[in-house]
């Protein structure tokens, strides 16, 4: 069964800098896109940035541009998402997500983890 697994999320000062780390596992990722998603306390998700399975091209929301950098290690089936200079705005629950193509779309997804919190404290 395939499976995301986020993890690395937690309480950070506004300022610092986090890495989320995303594990797949049950099948290979290697030829899916994946992508990062937030959703905020009564707010809907929201795209932050993805990448192409090759690792060549990322897309990211203008919101998070020069602070979040997302790469990828296939052999590990690994996904990873560096913040920083966190806002506390930037309070989510952070989700990765596995489909076919870059986009920014959520139903442009076809597997997701549970998503993992991140809290920002100013």
């Known amino acids: 069964q395939a499976q995301l697994v986020e993890s690395g999320g937690g309480l950070v000062q506004a300022g610092g800098s986090l890495r989320l780390s995303c594990a797949a596992s049950g099948r290979t990722f290697s030829n899916y896109a994946m992508g990062w998603f937030r959703q905020a306390p009564g707010k809907e998700r929201e795209f932050v940035v993805a990448?192409?399975?090759?690792?060549?091209?990322?897309y990211s929301a203008d919101s998070v541009k020069g602070r979040f950098t997302i790469s990828r290690i296939n052999a590990n089936n690994t996904v990873y998402l560096r913040i920083s200079s966190l806002k506390p705005e930037d309070t989510a629950v952070y989700y990765c997500?596995?489909?076919?193509?870059?986009?920014?779309?959520?139903?442009?997804?076809?597997?997701w983890g549970q998503g993992t919190q991140v809290t920002v404290s100013s």
């Open positions: 990448i192409t399975w090759s690792g060549e091209r990322m």
């Open positions: 997500a596995a489909g076919l193509a870059l986009t920014a779309k959520t139903d442009g997804y076809t597997y």
